[in-house]
């Protein structure tokens, strides 16, 4: 009997060209979890290739028959790997692919706040010529110390962008980089010391229960008043209300948030109301090119399975 795929990304993420790749060893449905027919499909598939919708026990037990969860992503908190090894399910993400795309929207976030961008392209279109208010002015980078929370494959991409610019690099992770160190001029030194002395912060960590909330409100007092926070990682790496306190009280200078403790971000959230943060709708991969990359990351991963081999990218706990 032919093995079935079910796929909850749309055509947008998923080409039809990639589809009818694995179209050519398995039946593929193509089905939202939001749709009525999503569990009644779920019961009969060997394969699953989803978004950010978790995969927890309760899903797993909807799907008795399912043997890879292939992540559209790098990050997979979204997905319970023990319970999946568990069950001898494999799971796969899509890493390398997309780091590029995330370390760009990073500078994109870091210079839309420096010479601040979107108040520019409002005074452009509205108070340039009436002069109801005065030319903003932003600050420059040079000179500035940019610190990295998180020195992997995404890290080192925005680091290496960098190099282009006069600031200086520090970081902190849990594993010493010292190829990135000397490759990029990046200096490793403590926590603490980061948040005190960094001009700008970028967080580069995987979500996990160790970096839950690893930026709350005694790190944010820690920053200096004019630093600027960066997270193009996962929202729950900072403590959301702790930060939007911080903008309000002006503990902080400012953020650029691409990522969210809920997403969608809820209507009439704090943050949106605040003037000294830009904040982008989870897009640090949605780029043409770079979400083709994924699909067929995904596509490999899954093919390799339906043909008996072991998936290319299995997520770190299942490799051996
Ligand atoms: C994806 C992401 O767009 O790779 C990740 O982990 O957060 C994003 O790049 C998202 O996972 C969509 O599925």
């Known amino acids: 009997m032919k093995r079935k795929v079910l796929l909850s ?10 589809v009818e790749v694995l179209r050519s060893s398995a039946e593929v449905i193509c089905i939202s979890p939001s749709d009525p027919g999503y569990n009644e499909v779920l019961k009969g598939v060997d394969a699953v290739v989803v978004g950010m919708e978790t995969i927890d026990e309760e899903y797993l037990s909807r799907a008795p028959k399912l043997k890879i969860v292939a992540r559209f992503g790098v990050g997979y908190d979204s997905v319970d790997v023990e319970a999946c090894s568990r069950r001898g399910i494999h799971v796969t993400h899509t890493p390398g692919v997309l780091s590029a795309a995330v370390a760009d929207l990073t500078w994109g976030l870091i210079l839309t706040l420096t010479r601040g961008l979107v108040d520019a392209d409002r005074f452009a279109r509205e108070d340039w010529v009436k002069r109801t208010s005065r030319l903003p002015f ?3 980078l040079e000179r500035k110390t940019l610190g990295f929370i998180g020195l992997g494959r995404i890290g080192s991409e925005v680091a290496r962008r960098a190099q282009g610019f006069d600031v200086k690099l520090i970081y902190n992770d849990v594993v010493r980089r010292p190829d990135v160190e000397e490759d990029l001029s ?4 403590e926590f603490d010391e980061l948040l005190r002395e960094a001009d700008i912060i970028s967080l580069h960590v995987p979500l996990l229960p160790s970096t839950r909330h ?3 409100r005694r790190e944010l007092k820690l920053m200096k008043p004019t630093a600027l926070l960066i997270n193009t990682s996962r929202g729950s790496v900072i403590d959301q209300e702790a930060l939007a306190e911080a903008l309000e009280e002006g503990w902080i200078g400012g953020a650029g948030l691409d990522v969210f403790e809920e997403e969608p971000l809820p209507l009439g959230d704090r943050l949106a109301g605040l003037p000294n943060v830009v904040l982008t709708p989870h897009i640090g991969s949605a780029t043409v090119e770079t979400r083709r990359k994924m699909a067929t990351v995904c596509a490999e991963n899954v093919k390799a399975f339906l043909e008996g081999k072991k998936p290319p990218n299995l997520v770190p706990e299942q490799r051996t």
Request: hydrophobic content about 35%.
């Open 138 to 140: 932003g600050s420059d």
């Open 186 to 189: 990046v200096e490793y030194v």
């Open 214 to 216: 690893l930026i709350g």
């Open 9 to 18: 990304l749309g055509k947008r993420n998923f080409p039809e060209d990639l």
